[in-house]
Structure formats: C-alpha cells, structure tokens
C-alpha cells in the first residue's frame, strides 16, 4: 500500500540494479592484503585435504578386523607415528602403533582406539569391546577432494577462506580493482570543521558519515570537500569528480527548490532521474550517469542520508564491486516500546536490540525519530524495518529488525 505518487523501494532497487554493471579491471595480491577484496577468479583445490588420511584422537592405530567381539585383544606396539613423523612400515594382523592427532595413519591400519580405553602394558596393548572399525580417522580429501571448486568470483573474501587458501598453498589471488568513489557535499549553511560559524551555518556532517560507510566497504576514496549552491561551482565538481571515478555521490540539495536546481544542471551533462522513495526517512532520491559514471545524489538530512545509503546506494556499490549479492540477515524479534508510524511509506526506524537475562533478543526505540537526529543513530544497534502498510506498532508486537552489524 505504497502513496501512488512514490516509488516503491523494491521498484527503485530494482530499477538500478538493471542500471548497474560491474567494474571490470583485477589485480594479483597477496593474501595479507586480500581480507575484504572481491574474489575475481574461481579457486579449485590442487591437492586433496587433509592431503593425508590421518587420526583424529591421540590412541593406537589398529586394524578393524583386529577388533574383538567380546573379552579384548592384546597388540604389539610395534613404533609411534605423530604429526609431521609418519611411522615407516606397514601394520600386520595383531600388530598396533601409537599414534597421535593429526599423524598419518600407518599403511594397513583403518581405526584409531583412544588413548584413555587402551591397557598398556610394556609393548603390549590391551583392547576391549564397543569400539567401531574405521572410527576416529580422517580421511585424505573428506574436507576438499583434488579439483574441487573451493571458493567462487564475487566472494567477500573473509578470515576463513584466506585460511583455507593459505592451507592450499596460494600466496596470491586474482582480485578485482578498488571501486572508486568521490562524494561531496553541497549547501551555502554548511561550514567544514575548523572554521568559524557565522548565524545559520552549521558543519558538515555527512562527509564523515560517508567516508566511513565507504571506507567499511574497502572503497577508495575522494573526498572533493563542500560545494556551495552556484550553479558553475556544481557542474565544475561533477564533471571533475566523474573524470576520476566509478561512482560520485552528493548529499543535499534534495528540498524542491534546490533539486530543479541541480536537475537543471544534471540534465545538460548526464541522464538523472530525481525519485520520491516510499521510504522514511530519505524520500528524496537522484539517481543517473554522468559520461561512463554513477551518480547518487542522497538528501541532506544527516539520517536521511544514512538511511539511503545502507538500504539503496551500498547494494549498487557491492554490485558495482562484482560482489555476489548477499541480503543481509533480518531478525523477528519483540519491540518493548511503542512505535508511531502513519500507512504509506517503508520505515527504517532506529533501535536497541539486547539479549534479557534468559537469552532471549527484544528492540526498543533508539529514541528520537527525527531525519535530522544523528544521536539516535549512533545510539542504535539496528534498523527496526516497519512495511508500508504498518499504522504503528504497541509494545510486545514482533517487528523485523536489521542489525547494524549485517550492513557492512
Ligand atoms: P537539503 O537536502 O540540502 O535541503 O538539506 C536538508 C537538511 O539537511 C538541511 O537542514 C541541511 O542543512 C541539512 N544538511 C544538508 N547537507 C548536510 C551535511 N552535509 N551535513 C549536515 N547537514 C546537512
Ligand atoms: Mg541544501
């Protein structure tokens, strides 16, 4: 039940991700430098792993069918195998080695018998029942078989996977090229910090916001500074900053009369569309190329601009990075507060999600709602998502919450 003079969120994601390609462009880095990068190549494994068939327990390695049925069955230790120091040789009926966690099986051997159920007893060991062939081993290849495809193009590579490149033997991987973004602000009332504040001018904020939103994806950055509201001052910075990079973003300038301005100025250089998004806070959207690149011009309200960025401009910078998409996770979970909200637009409001004494997850208001309220933002932990459709919500209903943490 979306206002019909807006556009629905979904719609307008969906219009920019059939506007969106990919950078193209790799490069080869180490692995240390990898952590975060965009995996350009399809990883297969070139050896078995464990590469080895080996125990999983410190015990005796034995033959299965040595195994009594009932009583126990005395073996000869015949040598010791540990890590990096197989036993040289090959176990016979009746015979066992002493084996610890991660040594090679020895030849003939298929079962590992824990240390603590063995009798020792010089060098023979004693055995008894409730034991299963083929137990406590692993076997060459059970994690990844050789040829198998190990990580896919378009993964965020992670700790874990440059581990397991690492347990491979890659020192490098074929990586794709850093987006570049350049982002300016726009306002006459807007100082930087530093400067002195005449009456009506405040700093601007959302340059930081945006470097650091940018900065967690692992952008490379441009910070072109504050432009004032003249229109030569505005087509100088675009075209500059579509000179040198993939994507450009502005905040401010989205109230109506500010708006004709720049479309007025956007027009005679590129192809921009200017939206009204079924979404609060952040209505207003511009969204087109300049030459080959992307423009996104967010709305000034330093929440409003947030919430834009998170929910429409990160998913085309991850789509623009060759990432695969991944949505981000989205809990139910109790609200304990009650929330205002009128039908029509999707609301992203703020809040607290915590863990009670039992464990259990609930939200509550991060307070303050307004689009020009940075303390509740930052006191938040997650967006509390309300549909179009929401009139409000009473204390003790289920809401869907998006952590923070998921964003990035
Ligand atoms: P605008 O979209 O330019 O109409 O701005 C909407 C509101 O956001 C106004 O109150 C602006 O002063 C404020 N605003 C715009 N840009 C910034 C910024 N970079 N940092 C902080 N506040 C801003
Ligand atoms: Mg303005």
Redesign the pocket.
Known sequence: MTHPSLLSLDEALSRIKSAVQPITGNERIVLNAALGRTLAEEILSPVDVPAHTNSAMDGYAVIGSDLPTEGRVSLNVIGTSSAGHPFDGKLQPGQTVRIMTGAMLPQGADTVIMQEQVERDGEIAHIGTGHKPGQHVRHAGEDLATGQPVLKPGRKLTPADLGSLASLGFGEVSVKRRLRVAFF???D??RSIGEPLAEGE?Y????YTLHAMLTRLGIELVDMGVIRDRREAIKQAFLDAAAIADTVIT?????VG?ADYISETLAKLGQVDFWKIAIKPGKPLAFGTVGGTLFFGL????VSAMVTFYQIVQPALLQQMGQNDTTPLRLRVPCTTDLKKRPGRTEFQRGMLQQDQNGNLTVSSSGAQGS?ILSSMSRANCFIVLPAESAGVRAGEQVEVQPFSELI
């Not at 601007?204 to 340059?207: A, C, L, Y």
């Not at 905040?251 to 109230?255: D, H, I, K, P, R």
């Not at 709305?299 to 330093?302: F, I």
């Open positions: 602000s726009t306002g009332e807007l405040i601007d904020s959302n340059r905040s401010g300038g989205a109230s500010e709305p000034g309200n330093p020009h």
